[in-house]
């Protein structure tokens, strides 16, 4: 995935949310890419950062929180330095989100067809209603949703029609990049594997680039093209799906797949039961974040963090086995490319 057109360059990017206790480091300095036209599965346990980094994307962070640094370049810009009017722009049109809970973006008093009409003329003052309308039904119809339903108010959909409709809201404005965060995990497996479907379908039909935050592994191994695994607030390791679920490189990466049953590693020796808890993010630990639980760490691990730096062609491991460093005794491991 390499060869891929980049469409969007997180650097350093940083979210902190002041909390009664201190300030808490939810994502912290945070780069990688995302491809044009890629679906990037974001995986890792509850509270390591996911949504804020979804919502980050889009400058959506509310008080407490504040993104307190880095940059996010959009076709060779930083929205960073986007006034208001232009982040108004540039969600919706660029980049879409759909939320756990779509009832919560949806006006309860909007019927579906008001919400559509709505989106397009928001971005396009100029759009006829009927051609929005006509635009709307045809992608609606797409989505595995009857015309008919363009009269309903959300409270008459079903969950996994909110969330299609969500979809098709993104996608009526050619949006380059959809957020899914936790999309469809208030849907039961059925509708969820046939959304999972259908999210490949519009991704493939409409070269959209999707970024799927979900705590569910295997919808996560089944759809994406490359994974990113979060922990505490960082990326520990990214790559494409296959190598990445074959043999994962970062101990956390290794953990979080051995408490999934049904996914066999390659290596039965290097099995662990993953120890302890996610850290409190008020009080990171030093180094490497992941350190206090890991059973390969080392004496550096605590002193010095390590980079998220490539070991194999696209891909990339935030772990100090498979880097040098003069403070560090242990040899490196060395990855195949
Ligand atoms: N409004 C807030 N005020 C203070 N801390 C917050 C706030 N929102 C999130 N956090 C903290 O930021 C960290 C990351 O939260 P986030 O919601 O991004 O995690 P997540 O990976 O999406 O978790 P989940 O899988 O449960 O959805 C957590 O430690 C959380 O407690
Ligand atoms: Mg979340």
Known sequence: MTDKDVLMQIRDLSVTYNSRLGPVSAVDKVSFDIFKGEILGLVGESGCGKSTMGKALMRMIEPPGHITGGQIIFDGE???????????????????????????????????????????????????????LERAGSLIRKLGIQKRRMNSYPHQLSGGMRQRVMVGLGLVLNADLIVADEATTSLDV??????????????????VSLLVITHNIALVAELSDRVAVMYAGSIAEIADVEPLFDAPLHPYTKGLLQSIPNIKLEDEEELYKMAGEPPNLTHPPSGCRYHPRCPYAMPICEKIEPPLDEVASGRLVKCWLYFDHPEKEEPTIKVAS
């Open 78 to 132: 930083d929205i960073m330095t986007y006034d208001q009017k232009q982040m108004r722009d540039f969600r919706g049109r660029k980049v879409s989100m759909i939320f756990q809970d779509p009832m919560t973006s949806l006006n309860p008093v909007q019927r579906v067809d008001e919400h559509v009409i709505e989106a397009i003329q928001v971005h396009e003052p100029k759009t006829k209603k009927e051609d929005a």
């Open 190 to 207: 059925i509708v969820e594997a046939k959304l999972a479907d259908q999210l490949r379908d519009i991704q493939e039909e409409f070269g």
